[in-house]
């Protein structure tokens, strides 16, 4: 039997996709042989009956030729503007990019620039970065820049390696004293003299040092939004959440939405402090809200950051941290620091933020990567649900490092747990973590299966351009299910007892992220009334063996029964 929204009639379908198995992700209907659109909508899912009832002669006909069909992804932390302001105009590092690699690309880029042209771009993956931090690679920097400022991004986005020409446009000086931040620092030698590292705070000045160089802001903005949105369209994305959205990053989605050059449906997080760029944020910037809206932007949630990463020990833990393998001079064998990380909010402060979220009818998106700060973050949650009930949606976003007392409070209190970037397999920066945090974190790092099973809603995001160069959804698919790297450089497995099916898995990528986002309404799942984004693939997910499923290709993307990517050419296998 099929679902459609209403009889045929006589208008018929603009548009009939056939040829593959369709997953749908509606649990009334969770498999058909073919579906209708009209006027960007699903019309009718079902068999080939069903749609051939209301193709008519001006009807196009997309005959897939096997594969499968499914609703576009659905991606519910990324940085959509910075991403596409570095895949469209900046250096890129491969994450493998060793010390010298990374200066060879930096002279490379260098020579094609002007004298105050910067050299800005990522990642320098957490192994490297920690490795830097004294006078010989700050030397090295100056030399290979050529004179140019550099600014060059870690793979958490939290931290960035400068060079001393970027140093002396941010005023940074020798001395302890000598221009202090706050959220943040300078990492200096034992003489007070910087070493061309910046921790937290001070990375958003460079990020502003380097903004105000650039040429025509608006367009370049605009191509960013484009080159970004390109980029998920290419892995099946159609719906985003950015993590951070100031208001000049809004207005550029807004305008290309208005235009008819949007091709995926983004949900913006407004910032409750300045992040990465200057303008207004807070109370501010969450008024202004309403009206920066459109068909398929939603100016929705509010941002807010309760702590750091923990690579660089600016996560807040219950438990302390590790002694230091990175500090000057070491610490004693098997001293345990007391030191648990500092967080950025107090419980007041906390209050506050998401009373003035709620009571604007905006949700509530925080990022909290350690134990200590998504207990902080439930508790005020709870506070909330106490004053306002049900309504207003709540993210913890890295939920990585969650005390088992805590998993059942995100159901209770109705948490979604945004589970980014993908990190939950043997990877580079979890080495890092492990140096940093005490064992029994690692034997529970990121516990998306309890999660699951306590009944909390697991939604999936990349965090691009965070820890990966690109958003790849089909090896964050595969790995929540294996837990393990699909390259043989990283073996074993990561927590495996956390691992989840596949069909949860998609799930998080899919309807539970849409709903997360507040767009269930509309995308998601492929069902009658529904915005007709849908994705082919060049193979049936669970037709393959799940260690494939890294290497699958996305045929086509559909956005608003739009044709918005086509791949034309075979994916090489990865590893």
């Known amino acids: 039997m099929s679902s459609q929204?209403?009889?045929?009639?006589?208008?018929?379908?603009?548009?009939?996709?056939?040829?593959?198995?369709?997953?749908t992700l509606d649990p009334g209907r969770p498999w058909a042989d073919a579906f209708a659109v009209r006027d960007g909508t699903v019309l009718v899912v079902g068999d080939e009956a069903d749609v051939e009832a209301v193709t008519g002669p001006e009807t196009r006909v997309v005959e897939t030729g096997g594969g499968m069909v499914m609703p576009g992804l659905a991606d519910v932390h990324a940085h959509v503007g910075f991403g596409g302001q570095a895949a469209a105009w900046e250096l890129a590092l491969s994450p493998a990019s060793g010390v010298e690699e990374i200066l060879a690309a930096v002279r490379d880029r260098a020579?094609?620039?002007?004298?105050?042209?910067?050299?800005?771009?990522?990642?320098?993956?957490?192994?490297?970065?920690?490795?830097?931090?004294?006078?010989?690679?700050?030397?090295?920097?100056?030399?290979?820049s050529l004179g140019r400022p550099v600014m060059l991004r870690d793979d958490s986005l939290h931290n960035r390696w400068v060079n001393s020409r970027a140093l002396e446009i941010l005023g940074v000086g020798v001395g302890v004293a000598s221009s202090e931040p706050t959220?943040?620092?300078?990492?200096?030698?034992?003489?007070?003299?910087?070493?061309?590292?910046?921790?937290?705070?001070?990375?958003?000045?460079?990020?502003?040092?380097v903004r105000r160089s650039s040429g025509d802001?608006?367009?370049?903005?605009?191509?960013?939004?484009?080159?970004?949105?390109?980029?998920?369209?290419?892995?099946?994305?159609?719906?985003?959440?950015?993590?951070?959205?100031?208001?000049?990053w809004l207005d550029v989605f807004t305008a290309l939405d208005r235009a008819g050059e949007l091709n995926a449906w983004i949900v913006g997080s407004l910032p409750a402090r300045e992040f990465v760029e200057s303008g207004p944020a807070g109370t501010e910037l969450f008024d202004t809200a309403p009206a920066r809206r459109s068909a398929h932007v939603r100016s929705d949630f509010v941002k807010g950051v309760l702590d750091g990463?923990?690579?660089?020990?600016?996560?807040?833990?219950?438990?302390?941290?590790?002694?230091?393998p990175f500090?000057?001079?070491?610490?004693?064998?098997?001293?345990?620091?007391?030191?648990?990380?500092?967080?950025?909010?107090?419980?007041?402060?906390?209050?506050?933020?998401?009373?003035?979220?709620?009571?604007r009818g905006l949700h509530v998106k925080l990022h909290a990567t350690a134990d200590a700060t998504v207990?902080?973050?439930?508790?005020?949650?709870?506070?909330?649900?106490?004053?306002?009930?049900?309504?207003?949606?709540?993210?913890?976003?890295?939920?990585?490092?969650?005390?088992?007392?805590?998993?059942?409070?995100?159901?209770?209190?109705?948490?979604?747990?945004?589970?980014?970037?993908?990190?939950?397999?043997?990877?580079?920066?979890?080495?890092?973590?492990?140096?940093?945090?005490?064992?029994?974190?690692?034997?529970?790092?990121?516990?998306?299966?309890?999660?699951?099973?306590?009944?909390v809603l697991v939604a999936a995001g990349s965090d691009w351009p965070?820890?990966?160069?690109?958003?790849?959804?089909?090896?964050?698919?595969?790995?929540?299910?294996?837990?393990?790297?699909?390259?043989?450089?990283?073996?074993?497995?990561?927590?495996?007892?956390?691992?989840?099916?596949?069909?949860?898995?998609?799930?998080?990528?899919?309807?539970?992220?849409?709903?997360?986002?507040?767009?269930?309404?509309?995308?998601?799942?492929?069902?009658?009334?529904?915005?007709?984004?849908?994705?082919?693939?060049?193979?049936?997910?669970?037709?393959?063996p799940v260690e494939r499923i890294h290497a699958t290709r996305v045929r086509q993307t559909w956005f608003a029964g739009r044709l918005v990517h086509e791949d034309h050419e075979d994916r090489p296998d990865g590893p």
């Open 217 to 248: 802001v608006p367009e370049r903005d605009a191509r960013s939004a484009r080159t970004a949105v390109s980029i998920f369209n290419s892995v099946g994305v159609t719906a985003i959440q950015d993590a951070a959205t100031m208001g000049a």
């Open 466 to 544: 965070v820890a990966m160069p690109l958003p790849d959804p089909w090896l964050s698919i595969e790995t929540m299910v294996t837990r393990r790297s699909p390259d043989p450089a990283f073996p074993g497995a990561l927590a495996a007892d956390q691992a989840l099916d596949l069909d949860t898995a998609v799930r998080a990528h899919t309807v539970n992220a849409a709903l997360a986002m507040g767009l269930a309404e509309r995308t998601g799942r492929l069902s009658p009334g529904m915005s007709a984004d849908f994705i082919v693939l060049d193979h049936n997910l669970f037709d393959v």
């Open 327 to 359: 500090a000057p001079g070491g610490t004693p064998a098997g001293h345990v620091c007391p030191f648990h990380g500092e967080g950025l909010f107090s419980d007041e402060e906390l209050l506050r933020l998401l009373e003035e979220a709620v009571t």
């Open 111 to 144: 020579r094609g620039l002007g004298p105050d042209a910067w050299v800005a771009g990522g990642v320098v993956s957490s192994p490297v970065f920690h490795a830097l931090g004294s006078l010989e690679s700050l030397a090295a920097l100056d030399e290979a």
């Open 183 to 209: 959220g943040g620092s300078y990492v200096r030698d034992a003489a007070g003299r910087p070493v061309g590292l910046l921790l937290g705070g001070p990375s958003t000045d460079a990020e502003l040092a």
């Open 5 to 23: 929204v209403s009889a045929p009639g006589s208008q018929p379908a603009d548009l009939v996709v056939r040829g593959s198995a369709v997953y």
């Open 375 to 455: 207990r902080q973050a439930l508790d005020a949650i709870a506070v909330m649900r106490e004053r306002h009930g049900d309504g207003p949606l709540f993210h913890v976003a890295h939920p990585e490092f969650v005390h088992p007392d805590d998993v059942i409070r995100f159901a209770d209190l109705g948490v979604v747990a945004d589970a980014s970037p993908v990190l939950w397999f043997p990877h580079p920066m979890n080495g890092i973590i492990a140096q940093q945090v005490q064992d029994h974190y690692m034997e529970r790092i990121w516990p998306l299966r309890d999660l699951h099973d306590a009944g």
């Open 309 to 324: 990463v923990p690579m660089t020990r600016t996560s807040k833990f219950l438990d302390p941290y590790k002694p230091d």
